[in-house]
């Protein structure tokens, strides 16, 4: 599915589907757009995701650097639509991937905070959301 389609299942709408990868929901959760290749093996049940936003640029960093400072301020949920990319390389250099063939999915089961944020380097936290008995 397509990056709009999947934050929608959060109940998210992107500002700009060209170029933006984070969004409010009506439940006032963040819901960020994260590459597959930076999270961490899972370990202790939290499953961690570890970038740097100056890694890339363009209209979409902005917003995003503007939402983890808010999300790590005020200790906000975070909601996560995985992105899976056909050249991680191109990802990493922090190029243009937006004409890469890249593919989307919502972790409906997936809640987080933001637990490391140093105005460059961020940490986010995800485990499972507990089952109702």
């Known amino acids: 599915m397509g990056i709009a389609d999947e934050f929608a299942k959060f109940d998210a709408k992107l500002k700009n589907v060209n170029w933006s990868v984070s969004a409010e929901n009506t439940s006032g959760e963040l819901v960020v757009s994260l590459w597959k290749h930076f999270f961490e ?15 890339w640029s363009g209209y979409g960093n902005k917003e995003f650097r503007e939402r983890i400072v808010k999300a790590y301020e005020t200790d906000q949920v975070v909601r996560v639509v995985i992105a899976r990319t056909s050249n991680e390389d ?15 999915g919502a972790k409906l089961d997936w809640i987080g905070s933001i637990t490391n944020w140093d ?4 940490t986010i936290e995800f485990q499972r959301e507990p089952q109702n008995a």
């Open 41 to 55: 093996k899972p370990e202790g049940g939290k499953i961690k995701y570890v970038d740097a936003v100056s890694r």
């Open 90 to 104: 191109v990802v990493r250099r922090g190029e243009d991937a937006s004409q890469l063939k890249n593919s989307f």
């Open 119 to 122: 105005g460059e380097n961020f």
